[in-house]
Every structure is written in C-alpha cells, then in structure tokens.
C-alpha cells in the first residue's frame, strides 16, 4: 500500500444504495523512526506530540498508557469518545475499542513493521479503523469518513513527519506508549 493508501469493505444496504451502517478501513501510514520508537506516536499520551487539540482525559491515572483495560476520553467537535485499551504488543502494535454517544462505535488497531526500503529503520504502521453508525443521523458522517480515509490518513503521515522535523528524531521517546 502506498503511504496513506487505504482500502475499504463496507456494508452496502442495496435498498439505499449506501452503506448499511458499517465499514471497515485499512491503511498505511509511514514514520520516519524505527517500530520501537513509532509506536509511543500511536498511545493515548504520544499522540500529544503530533495532534492539534488531542488532549486524553483519564479517568483513573494510568501508569502506562497502553495496558489493556486502560480508560480513555476524547472530545472533539463538541463529541466526547470513550476509548479503551483492548490490546497491544509493545513496539509492535495497539488496539482500542471505541465509542462516540449517539455517533459511532467500533474499534482501531494499529500493527507496526519494519518499512522494506532500507530507508534506515522506517515504519509502515497498517492502521484499521472498524466502525458502526449508531444512529440514522449517523450513517452520513461515517460514508463521509469513509470516502475521506485515504485523505486522513496521509494528513497523519504529514503531522507525523512536520512533528518529527520540529526536534532530532533522538529527542523522541522510546517505545511503550498510544493511539488515535
């Protein structure tokens, strides 16, 4: 898959002509850091890094971020999720369940590996996004994100690498940390 690159199943309802309500969403996003070093870009905490606005509430302290079980929320656009840990490998790959009230629930995982290019310890973070409309309403929001995937996607890739770029990619943290 080509860097923001994305594939999509989703549910079709032939009576309208759209989706039934749920879609499936894969893509890759390339990092500029080994999968050691790539994967606190994708915990609850080192997404602070690379996204305007992302700020995780906890509503118990989390010692670790990325231990299954941990508890998560998020606003935006005026929409509180609830995120939970179901998951992870540290390094290597991290997976959440999430939920929008009266908007969307589903599930993300991210899975990281080596970029086979040689371009000296790069990643190809495949990143798959599950998710059903909770509502009518909601049914247009998620067709919208949906065509808009391969989009979003690459507008991570760029805040990934323009965060990078603001400090040595030594000034990063190792390992251990997050999602989106």
Known sequence: MTAGGARAASGTDPA????????????????????AEAFRLFTPVGERDWVDGWDPRFPVPAGDDTAPGT???TTDHGRTTTWVVTGREPGRAV?????????RAGTVSVVL???DGG?????AATVTYELTALTEAAREDLRAFAAGYPAFLRSWEEAIADALGRRAPSAVPPASLRLR
């Open 16 to 35: 309208s002509g759209g989706t039934a309500g749920r879609c499936v969403l894969t893509g890759t996003v390339r990092v500029g850091l080994p999968p």
């Open 71 to 73: 508890v998560f929320e």
């Open 95 to 103: 997976a959440y369940a999430r939920v929008t009230p009266g908007d």
């Open 113 to 115: 590996e080596g970029a």
């Open 119 to 123: 371009d000296g310890g790069g990643t």
